[in-house]
């Protein structure tokens, strides 16, 4: 995505400093507008080329090679300048600046998910610029790079996110204190440019997330465990119960690795956790909690540590654990035949 910014003529720039009936005054270009207090980005965004279009999900891997999962619905999907789009018109390869409020708890494992509130292709050359951000009472950007001015010949520029009309005709519009998707092309040359934008979408405000219990500490189960060497052949699918599971399981030395949140998505009533400082993940089952590093090998359950055949690791972008730790973990037996892993409750 190009820079926020960019250079009007002067006549234009005359037109965009129109005097606002909802924001405070304008500044004259040229000049620079007072220091801004640090404010709080309102939204996360993540830049990056789309690896994944499946389902209504997208993964992003931005230029670190971190990837993002984002799911899309009831998220607005255009280009730059506006253009509305589908998940089909996204493709593999496809620049993308996916926009979202990060949840007060996170509920995930590698790679983290949210849901996108604005999802921008991004076009090479393109003349549009946007910006997704909570805008104030002056009609700055939480993050001070943008000044919105808007009066009543705004009224026709401004939708909700289904594409109606947000504002009455011929009255100006009142986007104080709302996240706003701009869309423009030109600015003034002040500090912070301003700009009168070329069409605004109001965005649906964040829900604050309900805080959830922290399940007390529990022992671990108490289970015997075997510890077998397999080979290569010894497991291509692996089931839960009688469901498949989507990713397959591997063999590397002797041991057997399962995809750890998609196990945990069969099961039902466990949830993960991935935190990407530690490189670790937590995964709470009933009231047992177990924490997990990635390429460490031991882990813990409640006050309980063991050792198990391997540590967990990241393959193709996804958690695995060695099955004798997911076992423990999550309470299950499991058995392994005719090349199927099949994890299972003792009756």
């Known amino acids: 995505m190009k820079t926020c910014v960019k250079l009007a003529a002067s006549v234009l720039a005359a037109a965009l400093l129109a005097p606002s009936a909802v924001f405070a005054e304008e500044t004259p270009s040229g000049n620079t507008l007072p ?11 993540c830049d990056g080329s789309v690896t994944l279009v499946k389902d209504g999900l997208i993964r992003v891997q931005d230029a670190r090679d ?18 509305a789009l589908t998940l089909s018109d996204i493709k593999v390869g496809d620049s993308v600046t996916a926009y979202f409020v990060k949840p007060f708890i996170m509920t995930y494992i590698y790679p983290p998910r949210f849901s996108a509130a604005v ?52 009255e100006t519009p009142d986007l104080k204190n709302k996240p706003l998707l701009v869309y423009y092309s030109v600015t003034t040359r002040s500090a912070p440019p301003q700009t009168s934008g070329d069409k605004i979408i109001v965005l649906p405000e964040a829900p604050e997330a309900p805080v959830k219990p922290v399940p007390p500490i529990a022992k671990a189960p108490d289970m015997e465990i075997p510890q077998i060497k397999f080979d290569e ?28 949140r998609a196990v945990c998505d069969e099961v039902g009533g466990a949830t993960l956790s991935w935190d990407e400082k530690e490189r670790s993940v937590t995964v709470v089952s009933g009231t047992a909690r177990t924490l997990l590093i990635i390429g460490k090998k031991e882990y813990t359950i409640g006050p309980d540590m063991f050792v198990p055949s ?19 973990a999550l309470g299950l037996q499991y058995a392994v035949a005719d090349g199927k892993l099949s994890f299972f409750r003792a009756e």
Request: charged share 25%; proline share 5%; glycine share 8%.
């Open 35 to 45: 220091a801004q207090e640090a404010k709080k980005e309102y939204f996360s965004k």
């Open 66 to 83: 971190s990837e993002t999962d984002f799911t899309t619905a009831g998220a607005v999907l255009s280009d730059e300048t506006g253009a």
């Open 119 to 170: 999802l921008l292709k991004n076009i090479e050359d393109s003349p549009g610029n946007a910006i997704v951000d909570f805008f104030d009472e002056n009609g700055l950007s939480s993050d001070g790079s943008l000044k919105l001015n808007v009066s009543a010949a705004s009224s026709g520029k401004v939708f909700d996110t289904e594409g109606n009309a947000a504002a009455k005709p011929g």
């Open 233 to 260: 052949n010894s497991a291509k699918a692996v089931y839960v119960g009688e469901k498949l599971v989507s990713q397959q399981p591997y063999v590397k030395d002797g041991v057997i690795f399962a995809p750890l």
């Open 310 to 328: 391997a540590a967990p690791e990241i393959r193709a972008g996804y958690t695995y654990a060695p099955i004798d730790t997911i076992s423990r």
